[in-house]
């Protein structure tokens, strides 16, 4: 709901769930409850919209926008756990509504959802992939190994399986066929286990990559492992 006139949403029944969204730049109101004072608004963004966030707020949900708690990220929201906070996008001149690695938006959504990373919801219609969240499985490793990704070939994003057989410093990198590195999944210490990294390759670098092959490189104190990926459009 960006740069929408003349409000960025109009609420039409009362039934109506409307959750981690993001209202900003708007000719006008973020929400309009005219004819839906008692729809449902909950952990959205708030941002610039120019005659604020709610229209008839006499009439909309109590204490909608008013400031009286904060979220899980600590910052001022509502009681809904609303938010009023630029949202960074990569470029809005442009048209280019991801998000930047500093937005508030980014693990301030549902709590109760998570975005394909494995994190919290974030906030808008665009989530921020974080790859350095990785998931830690049951299994017990019995060397470093590079696994199959999954799925391959993939469109726009693929999870990569690792096995880290002692405790150390691993990095997980993915490059293109010249060399140039791409995307740095990990760079850190972690113990002994099964990891799975996220890549999004629609967001690597903020721009979309080109479909082809390409390589990703684990990399521990003890050993080095590459593997083909090919990405399709």
């Known amino acids: 709901f960006v740069e929408n006139s003349p409000c960025g949403a109009r609420v039409g029944s009362n039934s109506t769930s409307i959750?981690?969204?993001?209202?900003?730049?708007?000719?006008?109101?973020?929400?309009?409850?005219?004819?839906?004072?008692?729809?449902?608004?909950?952990?959205?963004?708030f941002w610039q919209n120019t005659d604020g966030s709610v229209g008839n707020p006499e009439e909309g949900p109590l204490l909608l926008g008013q400031i009286v708690t904060v979220n899980q990220n600590n910052d001022s929201s509502d009681v809904?756990?609303?938010?009023?906070?630029?949202?960074?996008?990569?470029?809005?001149?442009?048209?280019?509504?991801?998000l930047q690695e500093s937005s508030r938006c980014i693990d301030a959504g549902d709590t109760t959802l998570t975005d394909p990373d494995g994190t919290i919801c974030d906030i808008g219609a665009y989530y921020y992939p974080q790859p350095t969240a990785i998931d830690p499985m049951l299994s017990m490793p019995v060397s470093h190994e590079l696994l199959s990704n999954y799925p391959n070939p993939f469109n726009p994003s693929?999870?990569?399986?690792?096995?880290?057989?002692?405790?150390?410093?691993?990095?997980?990198?993915?490059?293109?066929?010249?060399?140039?590195?791409?995307?740095?999944?990990?760079?850190?210490?972690?113990?002994?286990?099964?990891?799975?990294?996220?890549?999004?390759?629609?967001?690597?670098?903020?721009?979309?990559?080109p479909s082809g092959s390409y390589w990703v490189r684990l990399n521990t104190p003890s050993q080095n492992a590459l593997r083909r990926i090919v990405l399709i459009r």
């Open 19 to 45: 959750n981690s969204c993001l209202f900003a730049y708007n000719n006008g109101t973020g929400i309009d409850f005219s004819d839906a004072p008692d729809a449902e608004v909950q952990f959205c963004n």
């Open 80 to 98: 809904y756990y609303n938010i009023s906070q630029d949202p960074m996008f990569v470029n809005l001149l442009e048209g280019d509504f991801h």
């Open 158 to 209: 693929t999870n990569i399986n690792f096995v880290v057989e002692q405790a150390g410093w691993v990095n997980v990198s993915v490059y293109d066929i010249t060399g140039r590195t791409v995307a740095e999944l990990v760079n850190k210490n972690v113990q002994a286990g099964t990891y799975t990294a996220y890549w999004d390759a629609k967001s690597s670098a903020g721009v979309s990559l």
